[in-house]
């Protein structure tokens, strides 16, 4: 089982960075895949970036892709999201994830509370 504590988040200005991170719990991290979704409200939740365990591979929504960069630190039990460019339509409530490698949410086993990213115009 792993548990999952995402830090990071905030209220930001058009055109600036956040680094979103995202801390698990056991000894088996690197045994994942893992991702980043964002939900917002009245939405449903989106994919945005995931990362294969050994952090070799990484794939992204089109709305991201170029803008946001995910990785991982398998020694800090750790993965992160580099958000630069912030748009205001980011403003969400950001999650990460833990289990598959796909892009629907039924697809991952374990989640983190999420983190509020606010982009302000």
């Known amino acids: 089982q792993v548990q999952l504590v995402e830090s990071g988040g905030g209220l930001v200005q058009a055109g600036g960075s956040l680094r979103l991170s995202c801390a698990a719990s056991?000894?088996?991290?690197?045994?994942?895949?893992m991702a980043w979704f964002r939900q917002a409200p009245g939405t449903e939740r989106d994919f945005l970036a995931g990362?294969?365990?050994?952090?070799?591979?990484?794939h992204y929504a089109d709305s991201v892709k170029g803008r946001f960069t995910i990785s991982r630190d398998n020694a800090k039990n750790t993965v992160y999201l580099q958000m630069n460019s912030l748009k205001p339509e980011d403003t969400a409530v950001y999650y990460c994830?833990?289990?598959?490698?796909?892009?629907?949410?039924?697809?991952?086993?374990?989640w983190g509370q999420g983190t509020q990213v606010t982009v302000s115009s």
């Open positions: 990362i294969g365990r050994a952090g070799i591979y990484t």
């Open positions: 994830a833990a289990g598959g490698y796909a892009t629907r949410p039924m697809d991952y086993d374990y």
């Open positions: 056991g000894r088996t991290f690197s045994l994942y895949n």
